[in-house]
């Protein structure tokens, strides 16, 4: 069974500019989740889908957006990037969500690089 | 607020030799706790859980230890191996808070031959 895919894998941006980053979970998997990771803050909750609703919000500003389709591919958007934008975006896929003992499978990452 | 810390950044172990990874939490209300592994230009990969209600779960070499009233895991990996070198994470979930972890900073774990 394919694992999370994310894609692209490395992006460069300028300030000011929008980013789209995309999530495909593994087969079967409806819930995705989204996590930022810098070397200050470590891995920080941005938000999770279900069936194409948002379930859950961790503490960003409304720059960070995602959505997730009927496939339960899921897309995350940075508008108007900041310096601090800069981290790994890792996507993670799960069964169902809330469920303690469904664990959840984290793809490679989508490296952003804002300058 | 930092409510899942790791206060050692790294640690360094010969193979065969047992190494600890320390965790502390400070919400009371997490009920479920997961450690992570993770290689460079990877994304973290699921070692082993515990829930609140157990103090120990075992999974090969790789055992957490849960002690609630110090609000304090600990994962233990017997014995350890050069492949083991990466970065652990330890996480912690609350019920009704979906699919949220709170992750540690992470402890750089390296095995020495």
């Known amino acids: 069974k394919a694992g999370v895919t994310q894609t692209p894998r490395y992006l460069i941006k300028t300030r000011g500019q929008q980013v789209t980053l995309s999530c495909s979970p593994i087969s079967g998997h409806r819930s995705v989740s989204w996590y930022q990771q810098t070397p200050g803050q470590g891995l920080q909750f941005l938000f999770e889908y279900f069936s194409e609703t948002q379930r859950n919000k961790g503490n960003f500003p409304g720059r960070f957006s995602g959505r997730q389709f009927s496939n339960s591919r899921s897309e995350m958007n940075v508008s108007t990037l900041e310096l601090g934008d800069s981290a790994l975006y890792l996507c993670a896929s799960r069964l169902t969500p809330g469920l303690a003992g469904y664990e959840q499978y984290f793809g490679p990452g989508t490296r952003l690089t804002v300058t | 607020d930092q409510q899942v810390k790791q206060n050692s950044p790294s640690l360094s172990v010969q193979e065969g030799r047992i190494s600890i990874l320390n965790c502390d939490y400070t919400?009371?209300?997490?009920?479920?706790f997961l450690w992570y592994k993770k290689y460079p230009a990877e994304g973290p990969t699921f070692l082993i859980s515990i829930s609140s209600i157990k103090d120990k779960n075992e999974d090969g070499r790789f055992t957490v230890f849960l002690n609630k009233s110090a609000k304090h895991l600990s994962l233990h990996i017997v014995p350890s191996q050069p492949g083991d070198s990466a970065v652990y994470f330890c996480?912690?979930?609350?019920?009704?808070?979906?699919?949220?972890?709170?992750f540690g900073t992470g402890t750089q774990l390296k095995v020495e031959l």
């Open positions: 996480a912690a979930s609350l019920t009704g808070g979906g699919n949220k972890l709170t």
């Open positions: 919400n009371s209300m997490f009920d479920y």
